[in-house]
């Protein structure tokens, strides 16, 4: 193994120019689905000013080329880098409730949103616009911190609820969309990629135990020192200027291997093919065209 020394600000310059340079294919440009970011005081003696949560979004165009949405108020503040794929004229973000005290940034899909919001609209939840990231401002107000549970898809999101001064950072069931969180002068900054911190008073420094055991750790470490990411399954939350905890909402549950599986192969088929079928179909919903990545892959085949 040859080892290759990097200095870490070239690291950060090339993470910088990697969208550029790395996205481009056939002569279109390939962006990832939106960047959010955030911050909330841990204290009320907070004295730092507040962070230029344009210019942290600046560094996740890359993500979001469609328009860039902020909201703040003492002590927080909520930021969204939009690729628009659903309601592209009116569903930008931050999204907020009716009564204007529940706001959330998104970045991902809620699978199945449509028959989510009919039931929340046959509730009386008044909704503004047709992004399926809207039900989760509503989904929170009926369920409050259970709302998670009533959501699938590839999602990362951030929520205030200004009412509890609650921050809620929460990731997907398997992880697919990414979400990092740090501390920096008594300030939780949050962030869909780490580099998005640099305009936010954060000093990128190497944690050298991660990046030997890169590759093999599942925690909640990465490759900077005090940069954490939000488990899959999971949601933080942020109550009364710091109060942080982490609670797991999904796990998935495998049959018994004691038990016989009584079914015939072709139920066994035909199950293996209804669910997936309705998987692709729930990700199918968009106000854009829709593709598929063809390469040599045995899902790709199943799929196709």
Same mark, same amino acid.
């Given at each position: 193994?040859?080892?290759?020394?990097?200095?870490?600000?070239?690291?950060?310059?090339?993470?910088?120019?990697?969208?550029?340079?790395?996205?481009?294919?056939?002569?279109?440009?390939?962006?990832?689905?939106?960047?959010?970011?955030?911050?909330?005081?841990?204290?009320?003696?907070?004295?730092?000013?507040?962070?230029?949560?344009?210019?942290?979004?600046?560094?996740?165009?890359?993500?979001?080329?469609?328009?860039?949405?902020?909201?703040?108020?003492?002590?927080?503040?909520?930021?969204?880098?939009?690729?628009?794929?659903?309601?592209?004229?009116?569903?930008?973000?931050?999204?907020?409730?009716?009564?204007?005290?529940?706001?959330?940034?998104?970045?991902?899909?809620?699978?199945?949103?449509?028959?989510?919001?009919?039931?929340?609209?046959?509730?009386?939840?008044?909704?503004?616009?047709?992004?399926?990231?809207?039900?989760?401002?509503?989904?929170?107000?009926?369920?409050?911190?259970?709302?998670?549970?009533?959501?699938?898809?590839?999602?990362?999101?951030?929520?205030?609820? =200004? $009412?509890?001064?609650?921050? &809620?950072?929460? +990731?997907? *069931?398997?992880? @697919?969309?990414?979400?990092? %969180?740090?501390?920096?002068?008594?300030?939780?900054?949050?962030?869909?990629?780490?580099?998005?911190?640099?305009?936010?008073?954060?000093?990128?420094?190497?944690?050298?135990?991660?990046?030997?055991?890169?590759?093999?750790?599942?925690?909640?470490?990465?490759?900077?020192?005090?940069?954490?990411?939000?488990?899959?399954?999971?949601?933080?939350?942020?109550?009364?200027?710091?109060?942080?905890?982490?609670?797991?909402?999904?796990?998935?549950?495998?049959?018994?291997?004691?038990?016989?599986?009584?079914?015939?192969?072709?139920?066994?088929?035909?199950?293996?093919? =209804? $669910?997936?079928?309705?998987? &692709?179909?729930? +990700?199918? *919903?968009?106000? @854009?065209?829709?593709?598929? %990545?063809?390469?040599?892959?045995?899902?790709?085949?199943?799929?196709?």
């Amino acid at each position: 193994m040859i080892p290759v020394i990097l200095q870490l600000s070239d690291f950060l310059s090339f993470l910088h120019e990697t969208p550029a340079r790395l996205h481009h294919i056939s002569n279109q440009t390939y962006f990832e689905m939106c960047g959010i970011v955030a911050y909330v005081d841990l204290s009320p003696n907070t004295s730092a000013p507040p962070p230029d949560l344009h210019a942290a979004l600046d560094l996740l165009h890359h993500r979001g080329p469609d328009g860039q949405g902020v909201w703040t108020a003492p002590s927080v503040g909520l930021g969204h880098a939009r690729l628009s794929i659903m309601d592209v004229q009116h569903g930008a973000q931050p999204m907020h409730d009716e009564s204007d005290s529940v706001h959330a940034v998104v970045n991902g899909e809620f699978y199945d949103f449509e028959a989510i919001r009919a039931d929340l609209a046959a509730k009386g939840h008044v909704f503004r616009t047709h992004s399926d990231s809207e039900i989760l401002v509503h989904l929170y107000n009926e369920h409050g911190l259970n709302c998670v549970q009533h959501l699938q898809g590839e999602f990362a999101f951030v929520l205030y609820d =200004s $009412r509890r001064r609650r921050l &809620v950072l929460c +990731r997907d *069931r398997y992880g @697919v969309k990414p979400l990092y %969180y740090t501390i920096v002068q008594n300030r939780l900054l949050v962030a869909s990629e780490a580099k998005a911190f640099l305009a936010m008073g954060w000093t990128a420094q190497w944690d050298m135990a991660s990046i030997a055991d890169s590759g093999y750790f599942t925690d909640t470490r990465t490759l900077f020192q005090g940069v954490s990411k939000v488990r899959p399954s999971s949601y933080m939350t942020v109550s009364a200027f710091g109060t942080i905890t982490t609670d797991v909402y999904f796990a998935p549950v495998y049959p018994d291997k004691r038990q016989v599986d009584v079914r015939s192969v072709d139920e066994m088929v035909e199950g293996v093919r =209804s $669910r997936l079928l309705a998987a &692709v179909r729930s +990700r199918l *919903r968009s106000d @854009v065209p829709v593709a598929i %990545y063809l390469r040599y892959w045995p899902s790709v085949d199943l799929i196709c």
